[in-house]
């Protein structure tokens, strides 16, 4: 077992530990800032295969996580009036069974991961940047001005919706479902990462001439993990809507997109629990100083700034050492 | 629609438009010259505009206002480069999106924590209110108008500065070969600390004189911004005819997208309907040309790197 | 119509920038078997029209058959796909990825099936054995896990050809494969492309004199963007317009 592999294995039991500490303890909102950490690192892990893998620095990931966010608002709030979303070609009804939604937070995501993929990625480097940026902010100022589910003001679900067999206004079992699907996600993404896909996508990073020399063509190779990327992004902001039962514009704003990227980088980007251990940083922080500064994103800017500038691993990084070639 | 309505709305996408270039222009060129990518350029946007804010307030000088806003962005702009920029420009674009993203968390809550959250004004000085009468019969805002007027200067003062001075040739050899013009002994550190400053001086321009006409508050920058993202990928990265076209283009595309779109809509819907999918479909059509743009040229209309 | 025996032709294909001709009307092939070697002075355009043979680059004219086909319009992956085989001068490899991983991916790509997301793809048996079996005939199978950035230079050349080998090609082309090898490392590699031939036939862009003239079935000679003669070694050694133009020799 690697050093890194020890660290991972513990922050994995230290995600599952604190939520059942605090349930044991009466603290359930500790339970839902774990929740918080598992759905943020979710979409960490979503971005990261995009970034991390695929070197595709995306600065738009806030459109796939606020999709996500959508497709369970429109979905629960068509359900909870009983109006259905068409009814022309055919029925359509809305849900409020987490499963479907998270299939149609996936799809549509999915979809606009290729639409957006396959204009941006004929761009690289600062380009792709900015046009993923600008992206993201046009599903902003859409959200914002179609005023059919809320406009500026969003969308409130009033009960979580239901997953079979559990109780999802339960706390500690809602936590259960998140940290299941980000371990499940962690898994594919570890999977990917080895896999013969992952191995063309990781060589298409350090080199594409090399990638097209041996007969593939690297705008392929993104497309498909960009949207995998964007999928998995979707379907963590399926599971924050849920968690706040509440749906706005701010899903789909610039600044969600840099967050997640600050995940990844605190964390060590390219790094497995990346994501997880920036999630969990951020959190921490913005729970502790935000107690005690109301301005406290200054701190979180000067350690982001030092990261980049002095610490370029991240947390993962610092700890394991450099990162072995996957064999 | 009336011909007037038309005129105005044009004169406002025009008037927003410069507003824009002057934003893009600053990142443009230094992304030509350096490199370099920075997100914190809406930053300098809101320091010239807190700035303006806060010397009106004292002095009630309209004018010192402008000389404030130019002055402490400039400042800000080569102290962030000096400080933390310069150690970017041989790092990759990731390094640099992250490192400017934090620069922002650290200006726009620095200045919360100093001017507080509410948003503050700045009026429009007596002399520049009110409308004039253009010919055809237009009544147009004398300020929104100075705006045009002192946007398109400041475009042909560029393109004289890039074309005819010292300075200028500098900024184009950097573009072209970093290694020469040091070779030729250029003191790269100083140019690109001057460069820095000059994009940062137009942006809190900018942000001062729309801070006239909208309200003054952190978080004005980041929007702006992205409009400039737009605008350079229209027209192309380093090109500052690119940025100054895109700008146009944009600034016409929302200002009448927002006109026409419900209009058009309203041919096959009903009022109500129509107003509000053509407002949402408005409020995407920029990017849209972007796309579009894209499809038809990757490198942008001016871009000469893809 | 080029001969139809050759495996790769270039027909008339000409390329500019500007006022720079950098290909002018050239017609080259390679035969079955043979090892083809394009030589000129710096700035002769070898690298433009290894360019636009490998399909970095379109001509502005002429056609590019491999096999008897037209292959001018496709790109550089799709020229692969047919058989293509390309080393750079400048080592394009996964620098943070084993030697292994770097066989691998190439047989990845001959196998042609990149998406595949299930299972490891070094535990695919079938790549695996094609990538070992070309490490093993370029003498590296011994750092098969070692990571490519920590290669000597001359390994690195090897672990190039390494890959080429594994797209099982119908055609090599190779810039400059032994720039920045020492003595050794080039009689080695001389020897080893010596063997490759009866594989698939070469062309050869090369600057060691040593190298081509023990190498080569025919020579091409490059100058200003045109192929000024083309022949045996000895031919070439003879030809005086060669002299003149390539060794500066007036004699």
């Known amino acids: 077992m690697t050093r890194e592999r020890k660290i991972n294995a513990g922050l994995a039991l230290a995600l599952l530990a604190f939520p059942l500490w605090a349930y044991f303890a009466n603290e359930p909102f500790m339970i839902t800032l774990a929740t918080k950490v598992a759905i943020l690192a979710l979409a960490g892990v979503g971005l990261n295969i995009a970034l991390g893998q695929g070197g595709l620095v995306s600065l738009g990931h806030a459109a796939f996580f606020g999709i996500g966010g959508y497709a369970m608002g429109i979905l629960a709030s068509h359900a909870q009036t009983f109006d259905p979303i068409a009814e022309w070609p055919f029925l359509i009804e809305g849900t409020k069974s987490m499963p479907i939604i998270w299939i149609v937070a996936v799809l549509t995501s999915g979809l606009a991961a290729l639409l957006i993929g396959a204009l941006s990625l004929r761009t690289s480097g600062v380009y792709f940047i900015m046009i993923t940026l600008a992206f993201g902010q046009m599903f902003y100022y859409f959200a914002i001005s179609w005023p059919t589910y809320g406009g500026e003001d969003g969308l409130s679900i009033y009960v979580r919706n239901g997953f079979p067999g559990l109780n999802t206004l339960d706390p500690i079992q809602f936590f259960a479902i998140t940290f299941v699907i980000l371990m499940l996600a962690m898994g594919f993404a570890a999977m990917l990462a080895k896999s013969p896909f992952g191995l063309a996508l990781n060589a298409a990073r350090q080199s594409p001439q090399r990638v097209e020399t041996v007969g593939m063509t690297p705008y392929r190779l993104r497309l498909v993990a960009f949207v995998i990327s964007g999928m998995i992004t979707g379907l963590a902001g399926a599971l924050f809507a849920d968690l706040n039962r509440f749906v706005s514009p701010t899903m789909f704003s610039w600044q969600t997109s840099g967050e997640i990227m600050v995940f990844i980088i605190i964390g060590g980007i390219g790094r497995l629990y990346g994501p997880l251990v920036g999630a969990a940083l951020f959190i921490a922080l913005e729970h502790i100083l935000g107690g005690l500064s109301d301005y406290w994103h200054i701190y979180l800017g000067v350690l982001l700034l030092l990261i980049v500038l002095f610490a370029r691993g991240g947390v993962i990084g610092s700890l394991a050492g450099r990162g072995h070639a996957h064999d | 629609m009336s011909f007037i309505l038309f005129a105005e709305q044009v004169l406002n996408g025009l008037q927003f438009g410069v507003m824009l270039f002057l934003m893009s222009a600053g990142l443009t060129l230094v992304f030509g010259v350096m490199g370099l990518i920075n997100l914190a350029h809406g930053s300098l946007f809101m320091i010239g505009a807190f700035a303006a804010a ?120 950097g573009e072209s070969d970093r290694e020469m013009i040091a070779a030729l002994g250029v003191d790269i550190s100083k140019l690109y600390t001057i460069v820095f400053a000059l994009g940062a001086a137009l942006a809190g321009l900018a942000g001062a004189l729309v801070g006239a006409i909208q309200s003054v508050q952190v978080g004005m920058g980041e929007p702006v911004l992205i409009l400039a993202f737009v605008v350079i990928v229209i027209g192309g990265i380093g090109s500052i005819k690119g940025a100054l076209i895109g700008s146009i283009l944009v600034g016409l595309t929302d200002t009448l997208g927002g006109l026409f779109m419900p209009a058009l809509f309203a041919l096959f819907m009903d009022n109500s309907s129509a107003a509000t999918a053509g407002s949402a479909l408005a409020s995407m059509l920029i990017y849209i040309l972007m796309a579009v743009v894209l499809i038809v040229k990757p490198s942008g209309l001016f871009g000469a790197r893809a | 119509m080029p001969m139809t025996d050759a495996v790769l032709a270039t027909k008339g294909i000409s390329k500019s920038f500007g006022a720079l001709q950098a290909s002018l009307d050239i017609s080259i092939d390679l035969r079955p078997g043979e090892i083809h070697a394009l030589i000129g002075p710096n700035g002769a355009g070898k690298s433009t029209l290894i360019q636009q043979i490998a399909g970095g680059m379109k001509p502005d004219a002429g056609q590019i058959f491999l096999n008897g086909q037209d292959i001018t319009a496709l790109g550089t992956a799709a020229r692969a796909k047919r058989g293509l085989a390309r080393t750079f001068q400048i080592s394009a490899l996964a620098m943070e990825d084993t030697v292994l991983q770097n066989a691998v991916l190439g047989a990845l790509g001959a196998q042609g099936r990149p998406f595949q997301v299930f299972g490891t793809a070094l535990g695919k048996a079938d790549l695996r054995a094609t990538a070992e079996q070309a490490l093993d005939r370029v003498g590296l199978m011994d750092h098969a896990k070692t990571r490519t950035s920590e290669l000597s230079h001359g390994q690195r050349r090897q672990l190039e050809v390494a890959v080429a080998l594994t797209l099982n090609p119908k055609a090599f082309v190779m810039d400059e494969p032994m720039a920045g090898l020492g003595t050794r490392g080039s009689k080695r590699l001389t020897g080893f492309l010596d063997s490759l031939r009866e594989q698939a036939p070469i062309l050869l862009v090369e600057h060691d004199m040593d190298a081509v003239f023990t190498l080569a079935d025919r020579i091409s000679v490059l ?28 004699t």
């Open chain 2, 54 to 173: 806060a010397v009106a307030g004292l002095t009630g000088s309209f004018v010192l206002a402008l000389m404030a806003a130019l002055a402490a962005a400039a400042a800000a702009g080569a102290l962030v480069e000096v400080l933390v920029i310069r150690r970017l420009y041989d790092r990759d674009h990731l390094d640099q999106v992250l490192a400017t993203f934090a620069l922002i968390l650290i200006f726009s809550e620095g200045t919360r924590w100093i001017f507080g959250s509410f948003p503050l004004f700045l009026n429009i000085p007596d002399y520049l209110s009110g409308p004039v009468t253009l010919p055809g019969g237009i009544q147009y805002p004398l300020y929104r108008l100075t705006l045009i007027g002192i946007g398109l200067a400041v475009a042909v003062g560029l393109f004289l500065l890039i074309s005819r001075t010292r300075l200028g040739i500098q900024i184009r050899a």
């Open chain 3, 223 to 250: 100058v200003y963007g045109q192929i000024i003669a083309t022949g045996t070694v000895d031919d070439i050694r003879a030809n005086a317009d060669v002299r003149r133009a390539y060794l500066g020799d007036d």
